[in-house]
Antibody, heavy 122, light 108 residues
Framework: EVQLMQPAIEVKKPGESLRISCQVS????????IAWVRQMAGKGLEWMGV????????TYSPSFQGQVTVSADRSLMTAHLQWTSLKVADTAVYFC???????????????WGAGTTVIVSS | SSELTQDPAVSVALGQTVRITCRGG??????ISWYQQKPRQAPVLVLY???NRPSGSPDRFSGSISGNTASLTITGAQAEDEGDYFC???????????FGGGTRLTVL
């Protein structure tokens, strides 16, 4: 069984930087890719991007390209989501999830972290 | 705006059958997955591919695909099925994943 651990909450001011983590525990051999998903208050899910824990390769949604950085530390089995200059509009819940690829066309996210609430306020 | 379109809300009487649809994807080519989310909780995978249920997902959940429309059917809806349902598939470029806007299911 796989667990994904995220900090519960982060509170920052506009313009500050932030890096949130997603630590993988349990059967880590089954985790190759970690996806990040945003959910703004009262809104739907948005796939932001994915990082390969084995080779640190990344793919970003066009909506988030250049806005955030996803990265991985293979030795710690931890994925990161990073901002260099936060905006109030970045206030949201951010989930990490194990992204699996069953075939060349079938992707799904079957294990989720509890989510990190990021609050950006002056 | 999402490339995948879902009806904002659907309701079903307890024990009846309800279909939640997701339109706009190339689902024969880029398969779909479905997620249930309850208030203040992380999403949960309930179905992936044409009709695969992960361990723990009730067998009353099933899926189907017809052209650019995918459906999640709940046969004999239970009170615990209330929540938001999101579809997910690859976008038109094939390089990224995208979610539908979500459907809020109410069990009456």
């Amino acid at each position: 069984e796989v667990q994904l651990m995220q900090p519960a909450i982060e509170v920052k001011k506009p313009g500050e930087s932030l890096r949130i983590s997603c630590q993988v525990s349990g059967d880590t051999s089954t985790v190759n890719r970690i996806a990040w998903v945003r959910q703004m208050a009262g809104k739907g899910l948005e796939w932001m991007g994915v990082v390969n824990l084995r080779n640190s390769g990344t793919t970003y949604s066009p909506s988030f390209q250049g806005q955030v950085t996803v990265s991985a530390d293979r030795s710690l089995m931890t994925a990161h989501l990073q901002w260099t200059s936060l905006k109030v509009a970045d206030t949201a819940v951010y989930f990490c999830a194990r992204q699996r690829q069953l075939t060349t066309v079938l992707y799904y996210m079957d294990v989720w972290g509890a989510g990190t609430t990021v609050i950006v306020s002056s | 705006s999402s490339e995948l379109t879902q009806d904002p809300a659907v309701s079903v009487a307890l024990g009846q059958t309800v279909r939640i649809t997701c339109r706009g994807g190339s689902f024969e080519r880029h398969h779909i997955s479905w997620y249930q989310q309850k208030p203040r909780q992380a999403p949960v995978l309930v179905l992936y591919g044409k009709n695969n249920r992960p361990s723990g997902s009730p067998d009353r959940f099933s899926g189907s695909i017809s052209g650019n429309t995918a459906s999640l059917t709940i046969t004999g809806a239970q009170a615990e099925d209330e929540g938001d349902y999101f579809c997910n598939s690859r976008d038109s470029s094939g390089d990224h994943l995208v979610f539908g806007g979500g459907t809020r299911l109410t069990v009456l």
